[in-house]
C-alpha cells in the first residue's frame, strides 16, 4: 500500500497574520519582571481549635437519707485506782446520776493502818526533833559557861604575871595560869563546835519530818481512792462488777453517759465529702419517735477512711434536753442542701500559673470563629475532675475546656463542632 503526502496550504493573505501572533507570544515571555510587580502573597494565619463550654450554675444536690447511730455527748469509763474488796455499789445501769454522787465504796482498813502508821512514824520523828533541839540549847548553855572560864582564866594570867615582874611569885606559878587560859579557850571552841553539830541534827529531822508529812498526805489522798463519786452528770450505762469482787487498779467498775447532747455517727462514702461542710445543719429522725424530727449540726468529719469500704465517720451533734434519745438507736439523716449555687467547670479548663489560676473566656464570637480573653478565676474545691468557681467566671459566660495546642491572650480560634 502506497501512502501519499497531500501539503496544505494557506492563502497568501493569512502569512502577516500568523507572525504578528508569533513574535507576540515570544516578546510577552521576554518582558522583565518590574520591582512593583507583586510577589506571592503570605499565608493566612491559621486559627487554634477549641472545644468551648457555658458555665452554668450547678443543680440543687439531691438530699439522699443516710443512716447513722446515736451515742452520748460524753462516755466516762470509771475505774478503781486502788485495790481491795468492793464493798459497796450503791447503782445499776439506767440510773440517773448527778456530778459528785457516791457510786461504789472499797474496803479501805489496810490503807487507814498506813495512814496511822505514817502519822505515828510522824510522831516519833517530832520528839526525836525535840531531844535534838534540847541538845542544841544545852551547847549553847555549856559555851556560855566556857565563856566566863575564859575570862576568869585570862584574868589570873594577867593578875599572876604582874606578880611575876614584881618578883611575888615564881615563874612556875605564872605560866601555870598561862596554862589555864588557854585550856579554857580550847574547851570553847569545843563547845561552839557542839552547837554547829547539834543544829544539823535538828536539821535533819526538820527534813525527816517534812519527807513524813508528804508520805502522810499521799497516804490521805490514797484513802479517798477508795470510795468513788460521779465526776459528770449522767446515766449509768453498763456495770462492769459486783459486791465482793476483789477491785484491782484500772478496774472497770461502771459506764457513765451523758446525755445532754446526743451525737449521731453516720458513715458516708468519701464522694459525698465535696458536699460537706463542718456547721452544716442536718435533719435528723428516729424510729423510735417516728413523729418528731430533730435539727443537728455537723461538727466532726473523720480524717480517717475505712480501707474495706472506703467510708468516713460523721459526727453529728443534737440537743436532747429531756434525755429522752438514748444510746443505740438508729437514726434517719438528711444533709440540707445549700442555698447558694454554685458555678462547675471541668477540671479541664484551668489552667494555673504558680500560685494563679486562670480560664479562657470566648470573645467576639462570629459563626464559628473567636478570640480568646485569659480570665483569672479564684477555685474552691475539685473532686472527681469538677472545679467550683468561687469567682471570676458568671452563669452563661462561654469558656474553653479543650484546645489543639496551649493558648495565649488575644489568640483566634475555631469552634469545634463538640462546643456548647
Given at each position: 500500500m502506497k501512502y501519499s503526502h497531500k501539503s496544505i496550504t494557506f492563502p497568501r493573505y493569512f502569512l502577516p497574520l500568523i507572525n504578528l501572533i508569533f513574535f507576540s507570544l515570544?516578546?510577552?515571555?521576554?518582558?522583565?519582571?518590574?520591582?512593583?510587580?507583586?510577589?506571592?502573597?503570605?499565608?493566612?494565619?491559621?486559627?487554634?481549635?477549641v472545644d468551648v463550654a457555658t458555665a452554668n450554675l450547678n443543680p440543687p444536690a439531691t438530699i439522699t437519707e443516710y443512716i447513722g447511730t446515736t451515742k452520748p455527748i460524753q462516755e466516762v469509763s470509771l475505774r478503781s485506782q486502788v485495790e481491795g474488796k468492793l464493798l459497796a455499789l450503791t447503782v445499776d445501769v439506767g440510773d440517773r446520776l448527778f456530778s459528785g454522787q457516791l457510786i461504789a465504796t472499797i474496803d479501805d482498813s489496810f490503807q487507814i493502818a498506813a495512814v496511822n502508821k505514817a502519822k505515828a512514824d510522824l510522831l516519833a520523828l517530832e520528839s526525836e526533833l525535840a531531844q535534838a533541839e534540847s541538845e542544841v540549847n544545852n551547847a549553847r548553855t555549856e559555851v556560855e559557861k566556857m565563856r566566863v572560864e575564859l575570862r576568869q582564866a585570862e584574868n589570873d594570867a594577867a593578875r599572876f604575871n604582874k606578880l611575876?615582874?614584881?618578883?611575888?611569885?615564881?615563874?612556875?606559878?605564872a605560866e601555870n595560869y598561862q596554862t589555864?587560859?588557854?585550856?579554857?579557850?580550847?574547851?570553847l571552841k569545843s563547845a561552839q563546835e557542839q552547837i554547829t553539830i547539834e543544829q544539823k541534827v535538828v536539821s535533819t529531822f526538820l527534813a525527816?519530818?517534812?519527807?513524813?508529812?508528804a508520805v502522810i498526805a499521799q497516804e490521805q489522798q490514797e484513802l479517798g481512792y477508795y470510795r468513788l463519786f460521779s465526776p459528770i452528770n449522767g446515766v449509768v450505762l453498763a456495770k462492769m462488777t459486783e459486791i465482793g469482787n476483789?477491785?484491782?487498779?484500772s478496774t472497770e467498775i461502771v459506764k457513765i453517759g451523758d446525755f445532754r447532747q446526743v451525737k449521731v455517727i453516720v458513715p458516708v462514702s468519701e464522694l459525698e465529702l465535696a458536699n460537706l461542710n463542718i456547721g452544716q445543719l442536718v435533719n435528723v429522725k428516729f424510729d423510735a419517735f417516728s413523729t418528731q424530727s430533730f435539727t443537728g449540726k455537723l461538727t466532726t468529719i473523720s480524717p480517717l477512711i475505712e480501707t474495706n469500704n472506703r467510708k468516713v465517720n460523721l459526727e453529728i451533734i443534737l440537743d436532747n434536753p429531756d434525755s429522752k434519745i438514748g444510746s443505740g438507736l438508729l437514726a434517719r439523716v438528711k444533709f440540707n442542701p445549700e442555698k447558694q449555687q454554685k458555678i462547675i467547670?471541668?477540671?479541664?479548663?484551668?489552667?494555673?500559673n504558680q500560685d494563679t489560676n486562670y480560664i479562657f473566656i470566648i470573645k467576639n464570637k462570629q459563626e464559628n470563629k473567636a478570640t480568646v480573653e485569659k480570665q483569672v478565676v479564684e477555685i474552691g474545691n475539685i473532686v472527681n475532675g469538677k472545679v467550683e468557681?468561687?469567682?471570676?467566671?458568671?452563669?452563661?459566660?462561654?469558656?474553653?475546656?479543650n484546645s489543639s495546642q496551649p493558648l495565649q491572650n488575644g489568640d483566634q480560634v475555631s469552634l469545634s463542632?463538640?462546643?456548647?
Amino acid at each position: 500500500m502506497k501512502y501519499s503526502h497531500k501539503s496544505i496550504t494557506f492563502p497568501r493573505y493569512f502569512l502577516p497574520l500568523i507572525n504578528l501572533i508569533f513574535f507576540s507570544l515570544i516578546g510577552c515571555s521576554q518582558i522583565p519582571k518590574t520591582e512593583n510587580q507583586p510577589t506571592s502573597q503570605p499565608p493566612e494565619k491559621k486559627s487554634i481549635n477549641v472545644d468551648v463550654a457555658t458555665a452554668n450554675l450547678n443543680p440543687p444536690a439531691t438530699i439522699t437519707e443516710y443512716i447513722g447511730t446515736t451515742k452520748p455527748i460524753q462516755e466516762v469509763s470509771l475505774r478503781s485506782q486502788v485495790e481491795g474488796k468492793l464493798l459497796a455499789l450503791t447503782v445499776d445501769v439506767g440510773d440517773r446520776l448527778f456530778s459528785g454522787q457516791l457510786i461504789a465504796t472499797i474496803d479501805d482498813s489496810f490503807q487507814i493502818a498506813a495512814v496511822n502508821k505514817a502519822k505515828a512514824d510522824l510522831l516519833a520523828l517530832e520528839s526525836e526533833l525535840a531531844q535534838a533541839e534540847s541538845e542544841v540549847n544545852n551547847a549553847r548553855t555549856e559555851v556560855e559557861k566556857m565563856r566566863v572560864e575564859l575570862r576568869q582564866a585570862e584574868n589570873d594570867a594577867a593578875r599572876f604575871n604582874k606578880l611575876l615582874q614584881d618578883g611575888a611569885i615564881s615563874q612556875k606559878e605564872a605560866e601555870n595560869y598561862q596554862t589555864s587560859a588557854k585550856i579554857a579557850a580550847k574547851n570553847l571552841k569545843s563547845a561552839q563546835e557542839q552547837i554547829t553539830i547539834e543544829q544539823k541534827v535538828v536539821s535533819t529531822f526538820l527534813a525527816r519530818i517534812g519527807s513524813q508529812k508528804a508520805v502522810i498526805a499521799q497516804e490521805q489522798q490514797e484513802l479517798g481512792y477508795y470510795r468513788l463519786f460521779s465526776p459528770i452528770n449522767g446515766v449509768v450505762l453498763a456495770k462492769m462488777t459486783e459486791i465482793g469482787n476483789l477491785i484491782t487498779p484500772s478496774t472497770e467498775i461502771v459506764k457513765i453517759g451523758d446525755f445532754r447532747q446526743v451525737k449521731v455517727i453516720v458513715p458516708v462514702s468519701e464522694l459525698e465529702l465535696a458536699n460537706l461542710n463542718i456547721g452544716q445543719l442536718v435533719n435528723v429522725k428516729f424510729d423510735a419517735f417516728s413523729t418528731q424530727s430533730f435539727t443537728g449540726k455537723l461538727t466532726t468529719i473523720s480524717p480517717l477512711i475505712e480501707t474495706n469500704n472506703r467510708k468516713v465517720n460523721l459526727e453529728i451533734i443534737l440537743d436532747n434536753p429531756d434525755s429522752k434519745i438514748g444510746s443505740g438507736l438508729l437514726a434517719r439523716v438528711k444533709f440540707n442542701p445549700e442555698k447558694q449555687q454554685k458555678i462547675i467547670i471541668p477540671e479541664s479548663a484551668l489552667n494555673q500559673n504558680q500560685d494563679t489560676n486562670y480560664i479562657f473566656i470566648i470573645k467576639n464570637k462570629q459563626e464559628n470563629k473567636a478570640t480568646v480573653e485569659k480570665q483569672v478565676v479564684e477555685i474552691g474545691n475539685i473532686v472527681n475532675g469538677k472545679v467550683e468557681i468561687i469567682s471570676g467566671i458568671k452563669p452563661n459566660d462561654n469558656f474553653v475546656i479543650n484546645s489543639s495546642q496551649p493558648l495565649q491572650n488575644g489568640d483566634q480560634v475555631s469552634l469545634s463542632v463538640l462546643s456548647e
